[in-house]
């Protein structure tokens, strides 16, 4: 069974920092582009950034640059969201997800639309005083 867990979230202030965790299980997450996506609470999905299977090239979305950073542990078959600088317009329900795809980019309207792949229920981060 494919598998994605999200883990590392929790209660912040402003300001401070957390890493989420996207762990696979059943297959490798090497071999699959996976994407970072956020919910705040009444509002629609929000990219925040994503990772290539070849080379760990990554692109960030809105807000997401120049705070946060994606990368890959193969060892571990995770992949990492560091967050920085949060603020509360940060606060949501953070999600993984993916398809098997060997190459050296990812696109963020891709992996927002899949309609299959893999995908994870999400971690919640609050950030509030």
């Known amino acids: 069974q494919l598998q994605l867990v999200e883990s590392g979230g929790g209660l912040v202030q402003p300001g401070g920092s957390l890493t989420l965790a996207c762990v696979a299980s059943g297959f490798n997450l090497d071999e699959y582009v996976i994407g970072w996506f956020r919910q705040a609470p009444g509002k629609g999905r929000e990219g925040v950034g994503c990772i290539s299977s070849e080379g760990g090239n990554t692109r960030y979305e809105g807000s997401a640059k120049g705070r946060f950073t994606i990368s890959r542990d193969s060892a571990k078959n995770t992949v990492y969201l560091q967050m920085n600088l949060l603020t509360p317009e940060d606060t949501g329900r953070y999600f993984c997800?993916?398809?098997?795809?060997?190459?050296?980019?990812?696109?963020?309207?891709?992996?927002?639309?899949?309609?299959?792949?893999?995908w994870g229920q999400g971690t919640l981060v609050t950030v509030s005083s």
């Open positions: 997800g993916g398809e098997e795809s060997i190459g050296p980019a990812c696109y963020m309207d891709i992996l927002a639309g899949l309609t299959d792949g893999v």
